[in-house]
């Protein structure tokens, strides 16, 4: 289990960086926009968070494999 600030701090980076990719790359990034949201949103729901078991088996410091 991972703290939830690791969580949000990287959700929020890839939705930052996927906006400004729709920005000046090309508006198709804003689907990857959609997915993290579409996996917070889930995650919610589910208490499951495939970003929290990769952190976990890459070993971040906080995380647990489950």
Do not use: H, Y
């Amino acid at each position: 289990m991972c703290d939830d600030k690791i969580i949000r701090r990287i959700a929020g980076t890839f939705v930052m960086a996927s906006v400004a990719l729709a920005w000046w790359v090309s508006p198709w990034w804003l689907l990857f926009t959609a997915f993290v949201g579409f996996n917070l949103f889930q995650s919610s729901l589910t208490n499951f968070c495939p970003l929290e078991r990769v952190l976990g088996r890459c070993g971040l410091a906080g995380c647990k494999p489950r």
